[in-house]
């Protein structure tokens, strides 16, 4: 049975760092793509990022300005989100999402329950 | 960059049909994805690949794609199928996954 367990939120200061985990079973992440999906208060879902099945290729959404990184421990089968410089518009639930079959198309058809990261001094 | 547009709302009466669109250019050339969220829970994926149903999603979720627009056809709806719902792509030229803005399912 899959299964997304998210951890790792809080609430944290502009400019400092989080890093979120997602804990993967019922499957090996070295199969299929991974992605971060958030959702601020009240609003529609917004992409984040994707790691490829293998690993060897990262996406990213424009508006992150190259301060999110993600990455995955394959012998813990574990998902990560490195988010730094994190500021008051990063104020979201974050979901790990798992791809249907390992291509950059598929759809997400297993979520986490997500994590909320709240950016406020 | 690529745009979905949906539909703010949508509102249906028990047991009649709804319909979500999703405009984008050219994206009945894309696979498009649709996915269900009710408040306070993680989306659920109800339509993949235009017109594919996952396993345990009626068959009164439907999908389909022509031309600039690609629709979710919710028959019989009742209302335990009150939610929002978004459309979803990859958008290869830019190597970005792109959602649209949701639309909300109201049920009379």
């Known amino acids: 049975q899959v299964q997304l367990v998210e951890s790792g939120g809080g609430v944290v200061q502009p400019g400092r760092s989080l890093r979120l985990s997602c804990a993967a079973s019922?499957?090996?992440?070295?199969?299929?793509?991974m992605h971060w999906v958030r959702q601020a208060p009240g609003k529609g879902l917004e992409w984040v990022a994707l790691?490829?099945?293998?690993?060897?290729?990262?996406y990213y959404a424009d508006s992150l300005k190259g301060r999110f990184t993600i990455s995955r421990d394959i012998s813990k089968n574990t998902l990560f989100l490195q988010m730094n410089s994190l500021r008051a518009e990063d104020t979201a639930v974050y979901y790990c999402?798992?791809?249907?079959?390992?291509?950059?198309?598929?759809?997400?058809?297993?979520w986490g329950q997500g994590t909320l990261v709240t950016v406020a001094s | 960059s690529y745009v979905l547009t949906q539909p703010p709302s949508v509102s249906v009466a028990p047991g009649q049909t709804a319909r979500i669109t999703c405009g984008g250019d050219?994206?009945?050339?894309?696979?498009v994805h649709w996915y269900q969220q009710k408040p306070g829970q993680a989306p659920v994926l109800v339509v993949f690949?235009?017109?594919a149903r996952p396993s345990g999603i009626p068959e009164r979720f439907s999908g389909s794609t022509s031309g600039n627009t690609a629709s979710l056809t919710i028959s019989r709806v009742e209302a335990g199928d009150e939610a929002d719902f978004y459309c979803?792509?990859?958008?290869?030229?830019?190597?970005?996954?792109?959602f649209g803005g949701g639309t909300k399912l109201t049920v009379l």
């Open positions: 999402a798992k791809d249907h079959y390992g291509d950059h198309s598929a759809a997400l058809d297993y």
């Open positions: 019922g499957f090996t992440l070295s199969s299929y793509g």
């Open positions: 790691i490829s099945y293998d690993g060897s290729e990262t």
């Open positions: 050219n994206i009945g050339s894309q696979s």
């Open positions: 690949d235009d017109s």
């Open positions: 979803q792509v990859w958008d290869s030229p830019s190597d970005k996954w792109v």
